[in-house]
């Protein structure tokens, strides 16, 4: 098994900055990368990056691309997301995803 604990949500105003963490332990596994996605009220979960075990490949959605950075630090087991120029349409819970474990989500809020 696999937990992953998110952290670092929270209020921000529009144009603000946040910075995700996903922290895993137990099974992890080399052959996997770490996701990002995020889940609005009333719509269905969404893709939003994911990043390779290395760390040298990673892909965006195109709503967050030059606005949010994925990165890991395999030395902490961590994962992170760097968002900024947040919008209000960012505002949604965000879960990491790591082979098919997900953690238990973090809201994120951007308001004025």
């Known amino acids: 098994q696999v937990q992953l604990v998110e952290s670092g949500g929270g209020l921000v105003q529009p144009g603000g900055s946040l910075r995700l963490s996903c922290a895993a332990s137990?099974?992890?596994?080399?052959?996997?990368?770490t996701g990002w996605f995020r889940q609005a009220p009333g719509k269905e979960r969404e893709f939003v990056a994911t990043?390779?075990?290395?760390?040298?490949?990673?892909y965006y959605a195109d709503s967050v691309k030059g606005r949010f950075t994925i990165s890991r630090d395999n030395a902490k087991n961590t994962a992170y997301l760097q968002m900024n120029s947040l919008k209000p349409e960012d505002t949604a819970v965000y879960y990491c995803?790591?082979?098919?474990?997900w953690g238990q989500g973090t809201q994120v809020t951007v308001s004025p």
């Open positions: 995803k790591h082979r098919n474990y």
């Open positions: 137990g099974r992890t596994s080399s052959s996997y990368g």
């Open positions: 990043i390779s075990w290395s760390g040298d490949i990673t």
